[in-house]
């Protein structure tokens, strides 16, 4: 690959870490990233190294083009590479910052928080994402220790915490086959439990031969591959949201940030959505693993999009590729069912991983989860276009719910 010296991009490029790979302490049955461990044959070795966190912060530092670097911390469970190494990663983002802003973000179930980590990510500004599928009885049915008990009491304990050192936390839910049954609930729960910037992920996942899928791409043509018993249905996924936004558009507008109704209503509003599985192209949020390879999406951590290791190409040059603009150009590959859809400028045939099933007219590239967007959509026009008018007249979106109660 030819080196870049300099980013020509005005947008900047992230690259999710993983330093201690799919290894966690949990053993969540939906949980599409365990079996990443695959790829790798010494499980003792997954452990960024002192010498990849280095190399890894000086040039993600270095390749962006905006004075704000926004660092992400995922896994597995990152929790797991243990406090010192990130103590280490905030004395080397000083080192390089060269003046810009450096924010930390780390994605975790909570099991492993205690005073000493939660007092050191309140020192040091971390935004917490805590993975919560609602209530007891939603979050145990699939996420569960290796000992197949479930970790809520674990999580919610890990909360407290949070709370308690005044620690900024937003929280993260799968919205799976069971828990898809109890919008209402789930979102009580979660503003009860503090959370103001709520996501819900739908989990669709398929299987072979009744086993997980194995370094499965969306693409794959293998036969007896299955939908998962744990993922959401698309006509109850559609209704989930309803359901919240329907409570959300009475009660909470400003309040409380759900990450689809803002990215719903920037598509109406005509400005970037903020999140990638609407955005019209896919490739500029990559991932690394513990040993600086370096793949097109945390979704397709198969080696066909391996783009690279760290130690032997720079992360600019990787992400500014051929094989990289190739992989975000195939986003707009959409079948005549799409590209005729009202509704395409809000949602571009959404994230590719879920592109599995042909349309009716037997065209392939389709999203598993297209009909449930549409019901969606649907029924939240009224209240976007308004919001979007309010926006355009410099007045608060909020305005929403006097329209709604006046209706």
């Known amino acids: ?73 995922h896994g597995g ?22 003046g810009r802003y450096v ?82 609930e789930i979102y009580q729960f979660l503003k009860e439990i503090g959370s103001r910037f709520l996501q819900f992920s739908p989990i669709v996942e398929r299987v072979f031969s009744g086993k997980k899928t194995a370094l499965q791409t969306p693409e794959s043509k293998e036969t007896d591959i299955q939908i998962a018993e744990w993922s959401v249905d698309p006509e109850q996924f559609g209704e989930f949201y309803i359901k919240i936004f329907d409570e959300w558009v009475k009660k909470d507008v400003g309040r409380i940030f759900v990450q689809l109704f803002d990215a719903t209503l920037a598509g109406f509003v005509g400005v970037e959505p903020g999140v990638c599985y609407f955005a019209k192209q896919c490739g500029h949020a990559a991932v690394m693993e513990f040993n600086g390879d370096v793949y097109s999406c945390d979704h397709f951590v198969f080696p066909e999009y391996k783009l690279g ?61 297209c009909n449930g967007y549409r019901k969606f959509f649907f029924h939240v026009e009224p209240y976007m276009r308004f919001m979007t008018k309010e926006l355009e007249a410099n007045r608060p979106p909020a305005n929403v719910m006097n329209w709604e109660r006046n209706r």
């Open 103 to 184: 924010e930390n973000c780390v994605q975790t179930n909570g099991v492993l928080l205690n005073d000493e980590w939660c007092k050191f990510f309140a020192e040091n500004n971390f935004l917490v994402g805590i993975s919560i599928d609602g209530p007891e009885h939603c979050h145990n049915k699939y996420r569960r220790n290796k000992g197949e008990k479930g970790t809520f009491k674990d999580v919610m304990r890990g909360i407290e915490l949070l709370q308690k050192y005044g620690v900024e936390f937003n929280t993260m839910s799968v919205i799976n086959a069971y828990n898809a049954r109890y919008p209402l």
């Open 309 to 369: 290791n760290l130690y032997q190409t720079p992360f600019l040059t990787m992400m500014l590729s051929d094989q990289q603009t190739s992989f975000g150009e195939k986003k707009k590959q959409l079948p005549l069912q799409c590209l005729d859809c009202e509704f395409l400028s809000i949602c571009n045939g959404e994230c590719p991983k879920n592109r599995f099933v042909k349309t009716k007219e037997g065209e392939p590239n389709a999203n598993y989860l």
């Open 1 to 73: 690959m030819k080196s870049i010296a300099f980013n020509p991009l005005t947008y900047p490029l992230y690259l999710m870490a993983k330093p201690i790979g799919a290894v966690c302490n949990l053993n969540c049955s939906y949980c599409y990233y365990l079996e990443k461990e695959f790829l790798y044959e010494n499980r003792a070795s997954y452990k960024m190294s002192d010498q990849l966190l280095e190399r890894f912060v000086k040039e993600y530092i270095d390749a962006q083009p905006t004075p704000n670097v926004s660092f992400t911390w």
């Open 77 to 98: 469970e990152p929790l797991l590479r243990g406090l010192d190494f990130y103590k280490k990663a905030i004395r080397l983002q000083k080192l390089y910052a060269k």
